[in-house]
Structures are given as C-alpha cells and as structure tokens.
C-alpha cells in the first residue's frame, strides 16, 4: 500500500485551513495552496488561531511547544506545479462550485506526479461528477471532513467504481494516521453518510417550528429526552452558523423551505444572531 507523507491542500479556506492543520498537526508534511499571497496571508493567521485551539483541547495529546513546531513546518504557495510536485495525497477543498472544481482537477492533472492521489472535500457533489475531470479516476474518492475537525473527526471515504481498492486503503491508513476516525463508504452516496442522516433532521425540525407545532426548545428537549442525544437539532443549527442553513433554505424551492429562510430571516440573521459564533442563536452564549 502506498505511504501518505506529503500531503498538499487546494483552498484555505474555512475546511481546507483546519484539513491543512491537522494533517500537519499529527506530522504530515503539509503545503496549503490559495491563489494568491494575500488568500495565504489569510491562511497563516487561519492557522495560528487553530494552532492555540489545538493547544487549549490539548488534541492529539498537545504537548510543550507542538504549536510552533506545527506551525513552522507548514509550507505556503500559489504556484500549483511547485504545490504539487511530491505530493503523496493532494486534498481539494475549493469552493463548491462544478466549473471551479472541474478546473482545478483538469490544471492539477496537468503539473501532478502519477504517484498522487487526489481527493475532494466536497459535500453536495459525487466524486463521479468530478472523475473525468482529473484524468486519473482509478487515484480518485472523497475524503469529507467535518466542520471543527479536530473534535467532530470522522473522515468519510468515498470512492467511485473506478477508485483502486488500494488507493482507497492508503486513504484511510492516512485518516487514521491524523487523529480522524475513517467512515468507509461501499458505494457513492450524495451527503455521504453524516449528512444523509443530519439534513433531513434539520428540515424535519424547521418544519414543526414554522408550522407552529412546538418551539425550538420543546423540539431540542423532546430530541435529548427521547434518544438521549447530547443536543437538539436547533443546538446543532446555532453550533453549524445560522447563514449556511438560510442560504441552503433561500435556494430552496419548496413552501417549507422559504418558511423557514423568511423565519431564520426575521428573528436571527437581520439582527446578526448567527449562533454560537456570535454568542446568540436560538440560544444563548
Ligand atoms: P471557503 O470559501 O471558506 O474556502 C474556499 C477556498 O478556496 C478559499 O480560500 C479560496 O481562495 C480558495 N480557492 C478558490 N478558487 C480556488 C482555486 N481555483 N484553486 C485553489 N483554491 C481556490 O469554502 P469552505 O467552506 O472551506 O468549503 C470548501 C469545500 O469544503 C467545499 O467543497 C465544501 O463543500 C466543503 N466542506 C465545507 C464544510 C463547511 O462547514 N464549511 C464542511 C465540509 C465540507
């Protein structure tokens, strides 16, 4: 099975700075590739902030001075072809948009060595909708992770019907090598496993609170009590940010859906109560 040692990360953004982080945390040789110097600019300051998380969670153990090591180990481009050029696993985790992603893998097939794997962090699209595209399908799944991946570390491997078993495996190997328990996937999957189950969660507790039937409170305790889950749905929403489920809900075309957005509209996202990040949701922090 082929080793993961160096492992590169497209976008540094909001995923891809915490994908890039704890892979580098637990000893990969981690690049973090963005467009430009400023989007890197941008990156370091990502990962310093994570770099103190880490340390106060003591994730992994912590550990005198690990921060700083981590930290400096890091390395930065916006030269794809320099990003790539020993990569073991390249991570893509830019926005998620067809066309962007698409070109991303039809530049990265161009400057990658045979040995790289590729995987997408993407949480709507198949990894089929992307397989032409990187020119190698048999070094090709999703990897998806969750937000706060240093606590909610599941990573869920994905393949297509062309992804080589092996390839597979080295994946997982690296999931398990940087602190995040692998989810395997036998076959494709939109919403991979975690977001199959959590979505129609969300939408089914939007739709007895806009319809009047009982209050977040009631709904979140009528959750806890009754499968001994540690939080409710409405817990989970302030903890998510409320925006993301108002864009998705906005988008949205069904009566229900716009229910809730005009709601998430009217009571939190006009008044800046975005949840836990700002220290009010439907609760309070
Ligand atoms: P984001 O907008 O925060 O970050 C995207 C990054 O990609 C930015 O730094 C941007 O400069 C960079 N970028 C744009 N075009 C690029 C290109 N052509 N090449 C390289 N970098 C480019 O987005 P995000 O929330 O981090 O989401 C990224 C991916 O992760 C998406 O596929 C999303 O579905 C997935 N994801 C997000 C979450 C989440 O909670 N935010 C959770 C799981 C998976």
Not at 96 to 120: G, M, N, R
Not at 178 to 196: C, D, F, M, Q, Y
Request: hydrophobic share 45%.
């Amino acid at each position: 099975m082929q080793k993961i040692s160096n492992v590169t990360v497209l976008g540094t953004g909001v995923l891809g700075s915490q994908i890039a982080f704890q892979a580098a945390w637990y000893g990969y040789a981690v690049t973090a590739f963005d467009l430009d110097e400023s989007l890197l600019g941008a990156a370091r300051e990502r990962f310093t902030k994570l770099a103190a998380i880490y340390t106060a969670d003591g994730v992994g153990g912590g550990g005198e001075g690990r921060g700083e090591r981590v930290l400096a180990g890091i390395h930065y481009s916006h030269d794809l072809a320099e990003a790539v050029a020993d990569a073991d696993l390249v991570i893509e985790a830019v926005p998620e948009t067809l066309s962007i992603k698409q070109q991303t893998y039809t530049d990265l097939a161009a400057v990658a060595p045979a040995k790289t794997i590729f995987a997408t962090n993407s949480s709507t699209l198949l990894p089929s909708d992307l397989k032409e595209s990187t020119g190698r399908p048999d070094r090709f799944l999703a990897l998806h992770y969750a937000n706060n991946v240093w606590r909610q570390n599941t990573a869920e491997v994905m393949g297509t019907t062309d992804t080589d078993p092996a390839v597979f495996d080295a994946v997982v190997a690296f999931t398990e090598g940087s602190g995040l328990v692998p989810i395997r996937l036998k076959k494709e999957k939109a919403g991979s496993v975690l977001n199959s189950m959590l979505v129609p969660l969300l939408n089914a507790a939007a739709g007895l609170l806009v319809g009047g039937f009982a209050d977040a409170e009631t709904i979140d305790k009528t959750w806890r009590i009754g499968t001994g889950a540690p939080v409710g749905p409405f817990q989970i929403f302030d903890i998510i940010g409320l925006t993301t489920p108002y864009n998705i809900a906005v988008a949205s075309s069904d009566a229900g859906s716009q229910a809730f957005a005009a709601y998430l509209k009217e009571n939190f996202i006009d008044a800046g109560k975005l949840g836990v990040a700002t220290g009010e949701g439907f609760y309070r922090y």
